[in-house]
């Protein structure tokens, strides 16, 4: 693989057959060599794959060809280089859901995308928010806790959750209720948890909801390690961590040892966990 590289889009639009759709995209992906996953819904579709640059441009061009997935907005990263694929293999699958918050019947999609979602902040618009509203903004992390270990907003909200599908019922306990008059800024990965999530929370009460546009990813090509992010990104591929700049900070700390880390590797400890926060020093890679 001589120069790899990631993509990671999504696109929410009513599709009337999301089993046509499963077929199409997995000819296309298989056909150009690469691995991932690609969610399909009749919501609309969510994938991250990978493979050699050219391959993954004549991928992203198919795909951009259906006129409902034209203006998706791809987001391009590095692969590792290390020769093997950064995904063990292709899944492509149809889903009730392109992302799983355990409540298809609330989500409701047209051609525009989400409906009832929140307003969509540019990164330098999310900055403008918060220079005229100051501390009364709240940065709400839309990821699963554990990604927000190694990296996170300033000051951000993390709800304990485990899985996607927690947090309705932690919207649902009303132990954010004291939120819902404030400006709430939520945040994921590259945008499409947020999607969600900022429907889900305007649909129970919550006043002013934005959602960063396109997400984390985004916002660090825009200001790298000198704006309100800090630490590493989690990312769902052999990469586990990215880092925007060199002076990234490591939030996380090693499970065996405390040391400073953003490095998770699939080690069992105590809470018999797989993927876990662990230092070179005390597990170095094989």
């Known amino acids: 693989m001589a120069t790899p ?6 696109r929410f639009t009513p599709l009337a057959d999301p089993e ?16 991932g996953r690609i969610l399909i819904s009749e919501h609309g579709i969510n994938a ?13 061009r198919g795909t951009r060809s259906y006129a409902p997935f034209s203006d998706a907005d791809i987001k391009w990263s590095d692969g590792t280089g290390s020769g093997v694929s950064d995904f063990p293999r292709l899944s492509v699958r149809v889903r009730p859901e392109i992302v799983t918050f355990g409540v298809p019947g609330e989500v409701k999609v047209d051609a525009d995308g989400i409906v009832g979602g929140g307003t969509h902040l540019s990164p330098n618009e999310l900055h403008e928010l918060v220079e005229q509203r100051g501390d009364d903004v709240v940065f709400f992390d839309g990821r699963n806790a554990f990604e927000a270990e190694i ?28 939120l819902k008059s404030k400006p709430v800024v939520t945040y994921c ?5 947020c999607e969600v999530l900022s429907a889900l929370m305007r649909g129970r009460g919550f006043d002013e909801v934005y959602q960063l546009d396109g997400g984390i990813v985004r916002y660090g090509e825009a200001f790298g390690d000198e704006g309100l992010w800090e630490g590493s990104l989690y990312v769902f591929d052999k990469r586990m961590n990215v880092d925007f700049t060199d002076k990234a900070i490591a939030l996380g700390r090693c499970t065996l040892c ?5 490095r998770y590797r699939n080690y069992p ?5 797989e993927l876990t926060l662990v230092c070179q020093t005390c597990v170095p890679d094989a």
Not at 48 to 60: F, S
Not at 189 to 193: A, D, L, M
């Open 258 to 262: 405390q040391a400073p880390t953003s």
């Open 269 to 273: 400890d105590e809470g018999g966990r």
């Open 151 to 178: 990296g996170r907003f300033r000051n951000a909200v993390v709800p304990d959750v485990s899985t996607t599908r927690d947090f309705v019922a932690a919207l649902d306990s009303g132990r954010y209720d004291h």
């Open 5 to 10: 590289k990631i993509v990671l889009f999504y």
């Open 48 to 60: 991250t794959v990978g493979g050699d640059i050219a391959d993954v441009k004549r991928y992203v």
């Open 189 to 193: 990965t590259g945008g499409v948890r």
């Open 20 to 35: 046509a759709i499963r077929l199409w995209q997995h000819t296309l992906a298989a056909s150009n060599n690469l691995t």
